[in-house]
């Protein structure tokens, strides 16, 4: 009789190449029956558009045939979508698992044609997406997605958001005349954004993909304070011009502590419909080369292709309106390969390598303890870090000169209370009132006073 271990043992030959581990170490098989010469399971996978579904599902099957005494398999593939392990913290959308950006450094490669075809492609694989346009300069995902019925707003300021092709809609395009001139402040943008991610009943999301804005501004400062995100999504054409300002977008990403998933090539290469042939107008493979230069993952490129142009303004995406065509399937390709790193991220755990803590707590009045997530501890007195604050008020932001007086600060100054913003810094409120300085993990980081850190320190400077 075979047992479920020599079915188990069989299945440890199948790995998950992206995550490196075999499918039972990982959890994947479930509900395992075994009648007489017939084995029948359940791989539960990390995402319904995992980019090695079938052939996980065909070694399966062959590694367990192999098996004395089996003549038949019955595999059913199912999925479910894992957390990002700090949204899983957070009060402000508890049931949405995984909230992913997309950027540009400037503005007309194609960040919203992206953004809409990616959150399609999810969908029609089994996913529950919804789709943020805070794209204050050019909200164009209505248009995009065809939208025929705008959200309704309910009592109480909550907001029904609208749903097309399967997927749920917020825009400011909804709010904004085409016509009207819009000129948005900071504050103002802060707190629509915090609205349309608190006040819309999203439900339950397995991927909230959200347009941004081109380039490094506001929006995407408040984006990264007020929730954790699992990570970027950037898009270029592969001009070098446009791959410098992209990378803009990737510093920025990288000083939020916010994770980038990966590099989308946008307008790769001509096809003529005519003649077929194929013209390489802003260049091809630019975007790859870089990504492979910057160790960051390259997760497809979109062809230049007139009918892409053309389904966007009918309102009908080319995943929906030309499901076959070259530029759906490579829009496939991009959306399966960023739910695989999207995977990659909640499965392992990992910050990308920079220091996060894992606890702060106060060992006496007027210090500070973090322990570090690799197991690094640093304790700082109050008065220090409160002299380290870089905050608009104690530094002079033209000159970086320190405005704050050090003889103001009393010694025993401890912090009243802390805060986490987004997923790079701690607020700190502090016990003489002042509330307004940010400390990025990197910075607290280097502020470590322990010998270790200090001598360090010094190696680096001499
Ligand atoms: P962004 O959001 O970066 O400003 P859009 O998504 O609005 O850019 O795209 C700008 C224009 O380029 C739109 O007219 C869009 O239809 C078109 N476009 C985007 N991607 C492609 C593509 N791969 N092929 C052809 N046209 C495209």
Redesign the pocket.
Known sequence: MTTEAQILEALKKVHDPDLGKNIVELGFVKNLKIENETVSFTIELTTPACPVKDKLKEEAKQAVLAVDGIKNVNVEMTAKVRPTLSQQKTNLLPQVKNIIPVA?GK???????VSANLALVLVKMGAKVGLLDV?VY?P?IPLIMGVQKPPQVLEGNRIIPAEEHGVKIMSMGFFIHPNEAVVWRGPMLHKTVEQFLGNVEWGELDYLIVDLP?GTGDVQLSLCQIIPLTGAAI?STPQDVALQVAEKAIVMFNKLNTPILGLIE??SGFVCRHCGEREEIFGAGGVREYSLRHEIPFLGA?????R??EN??SGEPTVIADPDSP?AQAFMLVAQNLAAQVSIRNMGGSTGGRPAPKEITQPEIGKVRILWKDGHESVYSGQQLRLACQCAVCVDEATGKQKLNPEKIQPNIFPVSTQPVGQYAIRFHWSDGHSTGIYAFDYLRALCPCEKCSSAEKVKTS
């Open positions: 540009s503005g007309g490669v194609g960040k919203s044609t794209d050019g164009s081109p898009v946008n307008m979109i062809p230049l292709d007139t892409v142009r966007s303004d530029s």
